[in-house]
DNA sequence: AGCTTTAAGACGGAGAAAGG
DNA sequence: CCTTTCTCCGTCTTAAAGCT
């Protein structure tokens, strides 16, 4: 059922944490919330964004009257090129740096969106079409937007930039290492090696004790049920969870739950 | 020097099995 | 059913050697 309601163009979106491609995402029916580690962003029904690449982030999808219906787009790399290429737009500057761009309401969107549906077959569209509707999609929002031009062509990796706060954002999301290196702009061992400098802990050590503290705080202070929020946390399996909480703090979750009523 | 790669051993994590 | 325990495999850590 879900492949009726969610279409995309060139791949699903991954389920991983990781953004490797910008993705452009309009929901159509429901409400999607996307959350980049600091805010949530909600997205209703007619309401869109760009997902930018080389962030972390993950979305959480709500029916409204049982329906869900979301079209996403990505825009890699190969295909800005060539945009860029062919219509050479201005590159002004882009300054958020939020991981998620809301783009303002616009009245070509609704019927491009419209436009778009009859070309899907089992949630995907040819490649043939899927080039010339990503450019119109392109032309509709830099003609708005201009300064996206600065987020899309922007093909450089990520800068150096600081670990404590980036761990501090990002510290939920269950990314590999090698991951968290590139995203702060480092190899891998500069990655550790800075890491062990800031925090005086290895990265996965550190995030375990990080998220196991978030769970302590969640279950004991705000009600929460270890179930509702393992994964939330950046923790894969209840299991493991509940093992390293219980290892933690000499007690498993549900039991803190049970002592705190 | 400073940084990166390599390799072996340690240990964390996902999933199966068991328990409530 | 949901939660906890167990176990084995894969990944990470660590130390040492290789780049530039």
Request: proline share 5%; aromatic share 14%; with cysteine.
């Given at each position: 059922m879900e492949e009726n309601t969610s279409r995309y163009i060139?791949?699903?979106?991954?389920?991983?944490?990781?953004?490797?491609?910008?993705?452009?995402?309009?929901?159509?029916?429901?409400i999607v919330t996307l959350y980049d580690g600091i805010e949530y962003i909600e997205l209703h029904a007619g309401e869109c964004c760009i997902a930018r690449k080389n962030r972390l982030g993950r979305y959480y999808k709500r029916k409204v009257d049982g329906e869900l219906e979301k079209v996403i787009l990505a825009l890699d790399e190969t295909f800005l090129r060539k945009f860029?290429?062919?219509?050479?737009?201005?590159?002004?500057?882009?300054?958020?740096?939020?991981?998620?761009?809301?783009?303002?309401p616009n009245?070509?969107?609704?019927?491009?969106?419209?436009?778009?549906?009859?070309?899907?077959?089992?949630?995907?569209?040819?490649?043939?079409?899927?080039?010339?509707?990503?450019?119109?999609?392109?032309?509709?929002?830099?003609?708005?937007?201009?300064?996206?031009a600065g987020l899309f062509f922007d093909y450089g990796t990520p800068q150096k930039i600081n670990i404590e706060a980036f761990m501090n954002q990002n510290y939920k999301f269950n990314v590999s290492n090698e991951r968290l290196a590139f995203l702060t702009g480092r190899s891998l061992s500069a990655f550790k090696r800075d890491f062990k400098e800031v925090f005086q802990e290895t990265p996965n050590r550190w995030l375990v004790q990080r998220r196991l503290k978030e769970a302590y705080f969640l279950i004991e202070k705000k009600f929460q049920k270890p179930s509702d929020i393992?994964?939330?946390?950046?923790?894969?399996?209840?299991?493991?969870?509940?093992?390293?909480?219980?290892?933690?703090?000499?007690?498993?979750?549900?039991?803190?739950?049970?002592?705190?009523?």
């Open positions: 060139i791949d699903e979106i991954s389920k991983e944490h990781f953004i490797g491609e910008h993705y452009f995402m309009y929901v159509c029916k429901g860029q290429e062919k219509y050479a737009p201005p590159v002004l500057k882009f300054t958020a740096v939020q991981t998620c761009t809301r783009i303002k009245e070509l969107l609704p019927s491009y969106i419209q436009s778009l549906l009859p070309y899907y077959h089992h949630g995907k569209i040819t490649d043939a079409f899927a080039h010339v509707k990503r450019e119109e999609l392109l032309i509709i929002l830099l003609q708005q937007q201009p300064e996206l393992y994964y939330d946390l950046g923790f894969e399996a209840l299991s493991h969870f509940s093992f390293a909480f219980k290892k933690q703090f000499g007690l498993t979750p549900t039991e803190l739950a049970e002592k705190r009523v």
